[in-house]
């Protein structure tokens, strides 16, 4: 168990609505980090959050937004779905986003957009 | 811009024979970390190893060990004595860039297959 929890493990929606997913970073650590994993792109980098500030931008699209919290739990959020968001999307944590840390990753959020 | 290049789509090894996953990267910042991470069939994300840019010694972690060659820009990783365990993605990780804005990315991965 890495400590990094994610929620829900699975989320089935349509074409066209919203979804949040829900991260927990491990305790004491500062940085969430949010990835998408599909099958055509690998893991891409989307964003990263450091004591509830934004850290550095990936490839996300301006249809998906995140923030981190007070409590430093992170929430990512995916409007106007599209089937082409169906993926496996990981949140990880690492104590502070140094350049030499390894990250602590969720077990994922299954998307599928039917 | 930085670039993380994992050639080999899939490999296949022996049972407790040694086997090597390619990773090459491209970045001009000459302050970096390089990563390996495991992703079994359950879809978990575990780390293995880590190299920094400056570190003259090539890193072990138990059975696992990276060939860092900073001319070549490549961070490979062999795995010594494979076991059927080992059956899973590999992926390779870069870090780079300035104080706090750090991006880190990964390749494409490798999917090993340990035989009996």
């Known amino acids: 168990d890495s400590g990094v929890t994610q929620t829900p493990k699975h989320l089935i929606t349509a074409t066209g609505q919203r979804v949040t997913l829900r991260c927990s970073p491990r305790?004491?650590?500062?940085?969430v980090y949010w990835y998408q994993q599909s099958l055509d792109q690998g893991l891409q980098f989307l964003i990263q959050?450091?004591?509830?500030?934004?850290?550095a931008k990936g490839n996300i699209l301006e249809r998906f937004s995140a923030q981190q919290f007070p409590d430093l739990h992170s929430e990512l959020n995916l409007s106007s779905l599209e089937l082409g968001d169906s993926a496996l999307y990981f949140c990880?944590?690492?104590?502070?986003?140094?350049?030499?840390?390894?990250?602590?990753f969720g077990s994922g959020t299954q998307l599928s957009v039917l | 811009a930085q670039k993380i290049t994992q050639t080999q789509p899939g490999m296949f090894v022996q049972e407790k024979e040694a086997v090597t996953l390619d990773c090459t990267y491209d970045?001009?910042?000459?302050?970096?970390?390089l990563f390996w991470y495991k992703q079994p069939s359950s879809g978990e994300m575990i780390f293995l190893i880590y190299?920094?840019?400056?570190?003259?010694q090539n890193a072990t972690e138990g059975r696992y060990s990276l060939n860092f060659q900073k001319a070549r820009k490549s961070a490979n990783l062999v795995i010594s004595a494979s076991q059927l365990g080992d059956s899973a993605m590999y992926f390779c990780?870069?870090?780079?860039?300035?104080?706090?804005?750090?991006?880190?990315?990964f390749g494409t991965g490798t999917r090993l297959k340990v035989l009996a």
């Open positions: 990880a944590s690492s104590v502070g986003g140094g350049l030499f840390e390894k990250l602590f």
């Open positions: 305790s004491g650590d500062l940085s």
């Open positions: 959050y450091y004591n509830g500030e934004e850290r």
């Open positions: 970045t001009s910042d000459p302050s970096y970390g």
């Open positions: 190299q920094g840019s400056y570190d003259q």
């Open positions: 990780a870069m870090r780079e860039g300035t104080s706090g804005t750090y991006k880190y990315i």
